[in-house]
C-alpha cells in the first residue's frame, strides 16, 4: 500500500513538473532580429535627397526620413507618410516655395 502511495506522489510530481514554464537562461542572450524598419532607415541614409529639408514641414533631412517621393528625377525624403501625401497631391507648388 505504501508503495502504492510513493508511486503516485511521484507521478504527481513528475506531472507538476512537467507543467512549469521554462526560465530563461540567464547567461544566453536572446538574439534581436533586425527589424524590417531598420533597414530602411539604413537604405534612406545612402540616398541624395534633392532638399535637404522636408518640403512640406520644413523639418530637416538629417533629422530623420520616414518615406520619400520620385519627383522628375529628384528624391525628396519627408519625416512622415502625411508630409509625404500633401507633396504628391502638388509638387509644384512646394517645389515653387523652395
Not at 2 to 24: D, G, M, R
Not at 27 to 34: A, F, H, S
Not at 45 to 54: G, I, Y
Request: charged share 30%; net charge positive; with cysteine.
Amino acid at each position: 500500500m505504501k508503495i502504492k502511495k510513493y508511486a503516485v506522489i511521484l507521478l504527481v510530481s513528475t506531472v507538476a513538473a512537467c507543467n512549469q514554464p521554462k526560465t530563461a537562461n540567464p547567461e544566453k542572450k536572446p538574439e534581436m532580429p533586425v527589424s524590417k524598419k531598420d533597414t530602411v532607415k539604413k537604405d534612406l541614409a545612402d540616398l541624395a535627397f534633392a532638399s535637404k529639408k522636408d518640403l512640406v514641414c520644413g523639418m530637416p533631412v538629417s533629422a530623420g526620413i520616414h518615406d520619400t517621393a520620385q519627383y522628375k528625377g529628384k528624391i525628396y525624403g519627408f519625416c512622415a507618410a502625411e508630409c509625404k501625401a500633401e507633396f504628391v497631391k502638388d509638387p509644384g507648388s512646394y517645389l515653387s516655395a523652395k
